[in-house]
């Protein structure tokens, strides 16, 4: 079956370190992933979009990788701050589908 | 900045009732979404919409759910006879087009409370 899973636990980080995030599919065949930030209560604003042929994207303390052969995706948040706090969401856009499938998100708090 | 609304913020509904549930994506775009997130749970896909019609649809999407884009910029969900389990957020969302790989903008959610 097809599935989209990122750590279940919540990651607890100190300010100022790298917070790495993961996100492994099964059955899948992205031809672009993306990561998303969700706030309680409020809907996924979008971070980031690497594609199946790059290795790495960045922006400002984001950084994205994407292995096709592992299936998997890590973002890094470095220097990372207590309002990085949130849950961030991966989701995968297959080639022949117009659709965005989500996988199950990771909830991040930085602490002072 | 442009941005996906969505109205009610929150509706509370008795079982059984129909529900609309309404949304204006951004205005140039052609791809249009609903999602369901129950409380602690993982973003769903519900129905992808393009060109006037469904595009595609999950399991989820059964025949109690429809939705229709009736005057070119509000498009809507109706859940025809709500359930319990039908209570949830649900989000709406847009994309200028799918081809290359683009962001889903999404609206802030209708907060559904069956009862």
């Known amino acids: 079956s097809q599935k989209i899973e990122q750590n279940s636990e919540a990651l607890n980080i100190q300010e100022g370190k790298t917070a790495t995030l993961t996100c492994n599919y099964t059955?899948?065949?992205?031809?672009?992933l993306q990561w998303y930030r969700q706030d309680p209560g409020r809907g996924p604003v979008f971070l980031l979009l690497?594609?199946?042929?790059?290795k790495e994207k960045r922006k400002e303390r984001l950084k994205v990788t994407f292995d096709t052969t592992l299936k998997q995706s890590l973002f890094h948040i470095t220097a990372s701050q207590p309002a990085d706090s949130a849950t961030y969401l991966c989701a995968l856009d297959e080639d022949n589908t117009d659709k965005l499938i989500f996988g199950t998100g990771t909830r991040l708090q930085v602490f002072p | 900045e442009p941005e996906v609304t969505q109205t009610p913020s929150h509706q509370v509904t008795q079982m059984g009732q129909e529900v609309i549930l309404r949304c204006v994506p951004i205005s140039n775009h052609l791809y249009f979404y609903w999602y369901r997130q129950i409380l602690g749970q993982k973003v769903e896909f519900l129905v992808s919409?393009?060109?006037?019609?469904?595009?595609?649809k999950s399991e989820i999407f059964d025949d109690q759910f429809s939705v229709e884009r009736p005057d070119g910029s509000n498009f809507t969900l109706k859940i025809r006879s709500t359930k319990l389990e039908d209570s949830a957020m649900y989000f709406c969302?847009?994309?200028?087009?799918?081809?290359?790989?683009?962001?889903?903008?999404f609206g802030q959610g209708t907060r559904l409370t069956v009862v």
């Open positions: 969302a847009s994309r200028s087009y799918t081809g290359g790989g683009t962001e889903a903008f």
């Open positions: 690497i594609r199946e042929n790059e």
């Open positions: 919409f393009y060109n006037n019609e469904i595009s595609e």
């Open positions: 059955n899948y065949s992205p031809a672009y």
